[in-house]
């Protein structure tokens, strides 16, 4: 009985109608922003929790990462802020009669606009890589600030990694980022972001293999009450090799799935660690 109300509440926050209407949406812009566009395009990868089918009322974001031809591999940092700027005032004249969508502006490493009701559209940009190894490899070659700005990079392997998750899997982050939205946090430091419940979440799905979403969602709970004592690496696209040895000796530790040089994760568990 238990279980039956975790599964209702979940129909309530994430219905069929509202998933095919997020998807439809994310659709929609991604033709019209396609057709604005002006600049020479591989290939498209749609992300975010729309992209991923993580995605709740009210908690509707994607990412959208347009892979050119012609940027360098490299240098991100003085080619992206000028393609951010020259994105943004395209897009604002193209589609500005389109009322649908507003709020058309550059941010640090995307432009951002907004479909009425529906979805926060991140619109990124990556240099085309021969394949996967290749984008890891290039990245490695980076320093740390540089590194950042890759993760546009390996949007497609990152929302793989979860979109092919079990339907259980995906129906425990839902209901966690419900959870989350419920709860006054004191500062955004303390509040767990969509990439941390989700990989505790199949993290947690791995090393428990619960029978119902009622203990799916508790042995999540009982992984973040003591976050400070996690150790966790996938192998999933990367061998443990491939880490960087002073990573693997941090923690807490909480590698990303595809990306062995990010630190991102790991960082953001030892912030809610020290701001518990």
């Known amino acids: 009985a238990e279980g039956q109300q975790y599964l209702d509440l979940h129909n309530k926050i994430c219905g069929r109608a509202f998933s095919s209407r997020v998807q439809q949406a994310l659709g929609s812009i991604v033709e019209a922003l396609s057709q604005a566009m002006f600049i020479n395009v591989d290939h498209i990868v749609k992300g975010g929790s729309v992209g991923k089918g993580t995605a709740i009322n009210g908690l ?3 990412e959208v990462v347009f892979f050119l031809h012609g940027l360098p591999q490299v ?8 393609l951010l700027r020259a994105a943004a005032g395209v897009l604002a004249e ?3 009669g389109d009322r649908s969508i507003e709020g058309i502006h550059a941010t640090e490493d ?3 606009l907004f479909a009425k009701g529906l979805v926060t559209v991140d619109i990124k940009f990556s240099p085309t890589f021969t394949s996967y190894a290749q984008t890891v490899q290039v990245l490695g070659e980076q320093g740390p600030e540089a590194r950042r700005l890759y ?5 497609e392997q ?8 079990p339907s259980a ?4 982050i839902r209901l966690l980022k419900w959870w989350r939205d419920q709860q006054e946090w004191s500062n955004k430091l303390v509040r767990p972001t969509d990439e941390i419940l989700e990989l505790m979440a199949v993290y947690s799905a791995v090393q428990t293999r619960p029978s119902d979403q009622r203990q799916a969602v508790a042995n999540v709970m009982s992984l973040l009450a003591r976050f400070d004592e996690l150790r966790i690496v996938w192998s999933n696209y990367y061998n443990k090799e491939d880490v960087w040895a002073p990573l693997l000796r941090q923690r807490p530790l909480l590698m990303d799935p595809v990306n062995p040089r990010s630190e991102e994760h790991t960082s953001e568990l030892q912030s809610l660690t020290s701001s518990r």
């Open 169 to 172: 899997v995906k129906v425990t």
């Open 75 to 82: 240098g991100h940092d003085r080619w992206l802020p000028p």
């Open 60 to 62: 509707t974001d994607a």
């Open 94 to 96: 193209q589609l500005g």
């Open 110 to 112: 995307s432009v951002q």
């Open 158 to 165: 990152r929302t793989h990694f979860i979109s092919r998750q």
């Open 151 to 155: 993760g546009s990079s390996l949007v």
